[in-house]
């Protein structure tokens, strides 16, 4: 999509290519507040923590609501690179970011506009607003250049 580019975004992708970097799913994710200026910032770290929920969105928000003392990030955007899964979509919503601003699709494991759709739910209390494709050419060519190194053998 024609968007314009974000300071957030950017950095999201930034991160993105770090945890590639490392060998983990380039997943990067970072929360603003409401003037733009960065809260927290995390990318994936499941191999690296050994825990499978380390993804980069969980981290973000645990970073945040450290950072600011509270667990509701009402007023704050949460910036992805890729779709969020049912986990990170369910954490979404609980610690009721008001906006979720995502990257590339995941038609394989993602909860927002596909599978369970998790914020269309009738149990889903907290719904962000959601904006999607703001960096989805590049978030989906770093995906596609790891796994592509991956199946070659170059990947960790």
């Avoid at 394989?108 to 889903?124: E, I, M």
Wanted: glycine share 8%; aromatic share 4%; proline share 6%.
């Amino acid at each position: 999509m024609g968007f314009p580019s974000s300071p957030a975004m950017s950095r999201a992708l930034d991160l993105a290519r770090v945890a590639a970097a490392m060998g983990e799913v380039p997943v990067g994710a970072v929360v603003t507040d409401p003037s733009g200026q960065v809260v927290a910032e995390a990318h994936n770290r499941t191999r690296a923590d050994r825990d499978p929920t380390a993804h980069a969105e969980l981290l973000a928000i645990r970073r945040a609501t450290a950072a600011l003392g509270t667990e509701r990030l009402a007023g704050l955007t949460l910036w992805v690179t890729l779709e969020p899964c049912a986990m990170c979509a369910g954490a979404i919503a609980l610690a009721r970011l008001s906006r979720l601003v995502y990257a590339a699709p995941d038609p394989k494991a993602g909860a927002v506009v596909n599978g369970p759709r998790l914020f269309g739910l009738a149990t889903c209390h907290h719904r962000p607003e959601v904006v999607e494709g703001l960096g989805a050419a590049e978030a989906s060519q770093i995906l596609k250049d790891f796994f592509a190194r991956l199946r070659r053998g170059d990947g960790r």
